[in-house]
């Protein structure tokens, strides 16, 4: 870790949930009944064809649950307990996942940039329910009592969430560690170079090089159970 690192940045991507059982966006066979995420993911989806959009998110809502954290969920998990822990040290893990691994292996200092598949959201209302079970039928929001309830997941052309607290941790940031993630989707894909231009030194741990991998300092190639592990220890 270098004894003059204080504050540590994360971002996580589908890679670190792959040995979970959590496929992820991109791999070959990455489709869903034949769609692509781009397609289905959309707003303009959700209202062309609703039922197939909650069908998708109420499948993979379902799936998720029945997954566990893996070790480099657990590694990451006691990082953050651990360096936190320690004065004028801290971490911030930034997850594109919009699972629940990283707060069900012990993580505290979470941050869900994409959503989660365990809230719900009020389109009429605002109100984020927890919500496990289906959208499908389209059922009341437990607030308002409007059917306007969508999963609680930003899909392209959306903003994603937090995006200033996002910027504010990477100025204080010493190391930038990116892992599991393709770098395919912004502006995700950007943090690295923004932190590397704020003076961050920038690690990437994945199983093959993601698109943006030559802004990295250094990569460490593997899968992420093993890659992850050996970085934590
Ligand atoms: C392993 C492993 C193992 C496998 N161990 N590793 C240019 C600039 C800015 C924006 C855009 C731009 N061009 C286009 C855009 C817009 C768009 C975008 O990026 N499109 C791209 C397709 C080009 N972005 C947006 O619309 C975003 N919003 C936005 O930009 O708002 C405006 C804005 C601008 C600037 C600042 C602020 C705001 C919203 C993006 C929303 C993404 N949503 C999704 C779907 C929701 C989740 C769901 O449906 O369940 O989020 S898309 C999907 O991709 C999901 C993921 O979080 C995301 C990233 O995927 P990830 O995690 O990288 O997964 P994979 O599959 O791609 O990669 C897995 C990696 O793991 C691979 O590298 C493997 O090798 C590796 N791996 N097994 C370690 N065992």
Same mark, same amino acid.
């Given at each position: 870790?270098?004894?003059?690192?204080?504050?540590?940045?994360?971002?996580?991507?589908?890679? /670190?949930?792959?040995?979970?059982?959590?496929? %992820?966006?991109?791999?070959?066979?990455? =489709?869903?009944?034949?769609?692509?995420? $781009? &397609?289905?993911? %959309?707003?303009?989806?959700? $209202?062309?064809?609703?039922?197939?959009? #909650? *069908?998708?998110?109420?499948?993979?809502?379902?799936?998720?649950? %029945?997954? !566990?954290?893996?070790?480099?969920?657990? +590694? =990451?998990?006691?990082?953050? *307990?651990?360096?936190? +822990? !320690?004065?004028?040290?801290?971490? #911030?893990?930034? %997850? !594109?996942?919009? &699972?629940? @691994?990283?707060?069900?292996?012990?993580? $505290?200092?979470?941050?869900?940039?994409?959503?989660?598949?365990?809230?719900?959201?009020?389109?009429?209302?605002? +109100?984020?329910?927890?919500?496990?079970?289906? #959208?499908?039928?389209?059922?009341?929001?437990?607030?308002?009592?409007?059917?306007?309830?969508?999963?609680?997941?930003?899909?392209?052309?959306?903003?994603?969430?937090?995006?200033?607290?996002?910027?504010?941790?990477?100025?204080?940031?010493?190391?930038?560690?990116?892992?599991?993630?393709?770098?395919?989707?912004?502006?995700?894909?950007?943090?690295? *170079?923004?932190?590397?231009?704020?003076?961050?030194?920038? @690690?990437?741990?994945?199983?093959?090089?993601? !698109?943006?991998?030559?802004?990295?300092? $250094?990569?460490? @190639?593997?899968?992420?159970?093993?890659? /992850?592990?050996?970085? /934590?220890?």
């Amino acid at each position: 870790m270098g004894t003059e690192t204080s504050n540590i940045v994360i971002l996580t991507g589908a890679g /670190v949930s792959a040995e979970s059982g959590i496929d %992820t966006f991109r791999a070959a066979g990455g =489709l869903w009944e034949q769609h692509r995420v $781009e &397609d289905v993911a %959309t707003p303009e989806a959700f $209202e062309r064809d609703p039922e197939l959009v #909650l *069908r998708f998110y109420d499948m993979r809502r379902e799936a998720i649950q %029945t997954k !566990q954290p893996n070790a480099a969920h657990l +590694a =990451l998990a006691r990082l953050d *307990r651990e360096w936190s +822990a !320690q004065p004028g040290r801290s971490v #911030l893990i930034v %997850t !594109q996942n919009v &699972d629940d @691994l990283h707060e069900r292996a012990g993580a $505290e200092n979470v941050l869900h940039m994409h959503g989660t598949h365990l809230n719900a959201w009020c389109t009429a209302c605002d +109100a984020r329910p927890g919500w496990t079970g289906p #959208l499908i039928h389209r059922p009341p929001c437990p607030e308002c009592d409007s059917p306007a309830l969508r999963p609680d997941i930003v899909w392209f052309g959306e903003m994603p969430y937090r995006m200033d607290e996002i910027y504010a941790a990477l100025g204080r940031a010493d190391l930038f560690v990116s892992i599991g993630t393709s770098g395919a989707v912004y502006p995700a894909a950007g943090l690295v *170079r923004q932190a590397r231009d704020l003076g961050a030194r920038t @690690l990437e741990l994945n199983l093959e090089r993601s !698109q943006g991998s030559r802004w990295f300092h $250094e990569t460490r @190639l593997g899968p992420a159970t093993k890659v /992850v592990s050996e970085w /934590v220890d």
